[in-house]
């Protein structure tokens, strides 16, 4: 199969490469990209690689996203390496890593928590406690989430 | 730290000097706690208890009381605006008008924290779910430092459910902060602390060991803090009744222990201590409720009047 067909170079944008195979869409879910703002998005799934046998790869045209905004991908895939691509070529190369802290995006794992309450305003705030294995603490309730807690948010987020 | 418009969140927030400040004001404060002192006179404090509680709600009503000052109370969710859906945020900016200072117990972790990122008036943490109750743990506390002098350098164990008990919790922190010689965890397996309170003992360099021993522990301890265990938290029945009998306080598992053993219950008790200990010189759970009133008098004093 062609394979020049499924990851055709994009002029401008932001590759999104290494990311554990079949957790594109989760990558794609944590950036908050829902498919209703027009960008224009392939997603490869399951294709040979060297580091990981398989991998994932999410390709955004037309996008830079900064690293503020994609370091949130080492929640779910920490091998996850950014290309800025400029005029068809690596502009720049970045891995992601883990924030110390992160607001909004997760939900703490503790459902009695005040951050879990529909109603309220109060937002889901989280320091980062360890990354690897990575454990967030809950600045409410102080309880940890997990990265498969984590994971799992996102799957059951999957084809709503 | 000054004290003036300080929120009470966690025991955590505070360091042992600040809760010798607060012991050193309770103990003036002794003095008051049947005549009472004008210190606080036309300052009101609002009471909202979202889960119902009769003493911590009575003692700040009493220690209010007591300093001149006036409370708006409100207990359980049936009258109020909460039965007719109004958030949390909405009714915590309503009293924050209204109030000097809020006191909130709510069954929902984190709720106290919430509401003092909302207010501008002060909030005390009064319970929230089973994570918090720092004023319990202050009182606790003073009890210990009113009858030996001191905090640091003791046996401290602490006994039942320690996953989900708030006031476990609180006084488990709330002694690490004077750095005891050796902290007893005693619980079933299934009761243990959380892996987040052991991780902070861990970050604090406690010495603490994790057992379900009571018998043994027992004759080394210099304080035994004793908390309930609750049959909600047994799948089994029978798993319950049997750690309820060996978790059971009574004479005979008190020979051999150190003369000034003190025995604490933040209350109250079902029958993990029999009344029969009472009557012994180990007993300080009734002294430690009394208590109450001049912690929180000398808390409240702090936090609307200053140092
Ligand atoms: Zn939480």
Same mark, same amino acid.
């Given at each position: 199969?062609?394979?020049?067909?499924?990851?055709?170079?994009?002029?401008?944008?932001?590759?999104?490469?290494?990311?554990?195979?079949?957790?594109?869409?989760?990558?794609?879910?944590?950036?908050?990209i829902?498919?209703?703002?027009?960008?224009?998005?392939?997603?490869?799934?399951?294709?040979?690689?060297?580091?990981?046998?398989?991998?994932?790869?999410?390709?955004?045209e037309?996008?830079?996203? &900064?690293?503020?905004?994609?370091?949130?991908?080492?929640?779910?895939?920490? &091998?996850? #390496?950014?290309?800025?691509?400029?005029?068809?070529?690596?502009?720049?190369?970045?891995?992601?890593?883990?924030?110390?802290?992160?607001?909004?995006?997760?939900?703490?794992?503790?459902?009695?928590?005040?951050?879990?309450q529909?109603?309220? #305003?109060?937002?889901?705030?989280?320091?980062?406690?360890?990354?690897?294995?990575? #454990?967030?603490?809950?600045?409410?309730?102080?309880?940890?989430?997990?990265?498969?807690?984590?994971?799992?948010?996102?799957i059951s987020?999957m084809?709503? | 730290?000054? +004290?003036?418009?300080?929120?009470v969140?966690?025991?955590?927030?505070?360091?042992?000097?600040?809760?010798?400040?607060?012991?050193? *004001?309770?103990?003036?404060?002794?003095?008051?706690?049947?005549?009472?002192?004008?210190l606080?006179?036309?300052?009101?404090?609002?009471?909202?208890?979202?889960?119902?509680?009769?003493?911590?709600? +009575?003692?700040?009503?009493?220690?209010?009381?007591?300093?001149?000052?006036?409370?708006? *109370?409100?207990?359980?969710?049936?009258?109020?605006?909460?039965?007719?859906?109004?958030?949390?945020?909405?009714?915590?900016?309503?009293? %924050?008008?209204?109030?000097?200072?809020?006191?909130?117990?709510?069954?929902?972790?984190?709720?106290?924290?919430?509401?003092?990122?909302?207010?501008?008036?002060?909030?005390?943490?009064?319970?929230?779910?089973s994570?918090?109750?720092?004023?319990?743990?202050?009182?606790?506390?003073?009890?210990?430092?009113?009858?030996?002098?001191?905090?640091?350098?003791?046996?401290?164990? $602490?006994?039942?459910?320690?996953?989900?008990?708030?006031?476990?919790?609180?006084f488990?922190?709330g002694?690490?902060?004077?750095?005891? /010689?050796t902290?007893?965890?005693?619980?079933?397996?299934?009761?243990?602390?959380?892996?987040?309170?052991?991780?902070?003992?861990?970050?604090?360099n406690?010495n603490y060991?994790?057992?379900t021993?009571?018998?043994?522990v027992?004759k080394?301890?210099?304080?035994l803090?004793?908390?309930?265990?609750q049959?909600?938290?047994?799948?089994?029945?029978?798993?319950?009744?049997? $750690?309820?009998?060996?978790?059971?306080?009574?004479?005979?598992?008190?020979?051999?222990?150190?003369?000034?053993?003190?025995?604490?219950?933040?209350?109250?008790? $079902? %029958? /993990?201590?029999?009344?029969? $200990?009472? /009557?012994?010189?180990?007993?300080?759970? +009734?002294?430690?409720?009394?208590?109450?009133?001049? *912690?929180?008098?000398?808390?409240?004093?702090?936090?609307?009047l200053? %140092?």
């Open positions: 199969m062609g394979e020049g067909l499924l990851v055709r170079k994009i002029r401008f944008g932001t590759v999104i490469d290494h990311i554990p195979a079949g957790n594109a869409l989760n990558v794609v879910r944590i950036l908050g829902n498919g209703d703002e027009g960008i224009r998005l392939a997603i490869i799934m399951n294709t040979e690689s060297s580091k990981l046998g398989r991998k994932d790869i999410v390709k955004i037309g996008r830079e996203l &900064t690293m503020d905004e994609l370091n949130i991908i080492a929640l779910i895939a920490p &091998t996850a #390496t950014i290309n800025i691509i400029r005029d068809y070529e690596v502009y720049r190369k970045e891995k992601v890593s883990v924030p110390d802290y992160i607001e909004g995006i997760i939900r703490c794992s503790n459902p009695s928590c005040i951050s879990n529909g109603r309220e #305003t109060a937002k889901p705030k989280f320091r980062v406690v360890s990354k690897e294995p990575l #454990t967030l603490e809950c600045i409410y309730c102080e309880r940890y989430t997990s990265r498969e807690e984590i994971v799992k948010q996102f987020h084809g709503v | 730290m000054m +004290f003036k418009g300080r929120d969140i966690s025991i955590l927030d505070f360091t042992s000097e600040d809760l010798m400040k607060i012991f050193r *004001v309770a103990s003036e404060m002794e003095a008051y706690v049947k005549t009472g002192v004008d606080l006179r036309d300052r009101i404090l609002a009471l909202l208890f979202f889960e119902p509680s009769t003493r911590t709600m +009575f003692s700040f009503q009493t220690a209010m009381y007591r300093l001149g000052g006036k409370c708006l *109370v409100f207990s359980g969710v049936e009258r109020t605006s909460i039965a007719k859906g109004e958030t949390l945020g909405d009714t915590i900016r309503m009293m %924050d008008g209204y109030a000097n200072a809020i006191v909130i117990r709510h069954k929902i972790e984190g709720a106290a924290k919430y509401a003092a990122e909302i207010a501008e008036a002060p909030v005390i943490n009064a319970g929230d779910g994570h918090h109750h720092p004023t319990q743990a202050m009182l606790d506390l003073y009890t210990i430092w009113k009858a030996r002098g001191r905090i640091g350098g003791l046996k401290i164990g $602490v006994l039942g459910d320690l996953k989900y008990g708030r006031a476990s919790t609180s488990i922190f002694a690490s902060l004077f750095k005891p /010689e902290l007893y965890l005693i619980s079933p397996p299934e009761l243990q602390v959380k892996p987040e309170v052991r991780d902070k003992l861990g970050e604090m406690i060991v994790e057992t021993d009571l018998t043994n027992i080394e301890l210099d304080v803090y004793v908390t309930r265990i049959k909600e938290r047994f799948p089994d029945l029978a798993e319950y009744e049997r $750690v309820k009998g060996s978790y059971q306080i009574n004479r005979s598992l008190l020979t051999g222990v150190k003369d000034d053993l003190m025995i604490l219950h933040p209350l109250p008790r $079902v %029958d /993990e201590i029999s009344p029969e $200990v009472d /009557e012994t010189r180990y007993a300080y759970y +009734f002294e430690e409720a009394r208590n109450a009133i001049p *912690v929180r008098m000398a808390l409240l004093k702090l936090i609307l200053g %140092d």
